[in-house]
């Protein structure tokens, strides 16, 4: 088992930033891949970024690539999602993920076996 606790959460103005923090406990001696997701009202789970075990390789969505950036630090078993020039449709709980395929970033919420219990993102004036 693995437990996360995402965090970093907050209100934000546009074009402002933000970093989120997902911290792993338990079975960290296992490799896993890690993802972001984020859910906002009224809309299906939405695929953020993810990042293999080694942090070699990322991928993203189209709506935050070149914004968002996801990287790890397997020694604090914490990985981050910086977020730059934020925009009001960014607004979501955000969630972090393991995967156990730790060699390959996937897109697919249902490749997932452990989550975080997200964190509240606004982007608002």
């Known amino acids: 088992q693995v437990q996360l606790v995402d965090s970093g959460g907050g209100l934000v103005q546009p074009g402002g930033s933000l970093r989120l923090s997902c911290a792993a406990s338990?079975?960290?001696?296992?490799?896993?891949?890690m993802g972001w997701f984020r859910r906002a009202p009224g809309k299906e789970r939405e695929f953020v970024g993810a990042i293999t075990w080694g942090g070699v390789s990322t991928i993203y969505a189209d709506s935050v690539k070149g914004r968002f950036t996801i990287s790890r630090d397997n020694a604090k078993n914490t990985v981050y999602l910086q977020m730059n020039s934020l925009k009001p449709e960014d607004t979501a709980v955000y969630y972090c993920?393991?995967?156990?395929?730790?060699?390959?970033?996937?897109?697919?919420?249902?490749?997932?076996?452990?989550w975080g219990q997200g964190t509240q993102v606004t982007v608002s004036t």
């Open positions: 338990g079975r960290t001696s296992s490799r896993y891949a």
């Open positions: 993920a393991a995967d156990q395929s730790w060699h390959l970033p996937r897109r697919d919420f249902r490749a997932y076996e452990y």
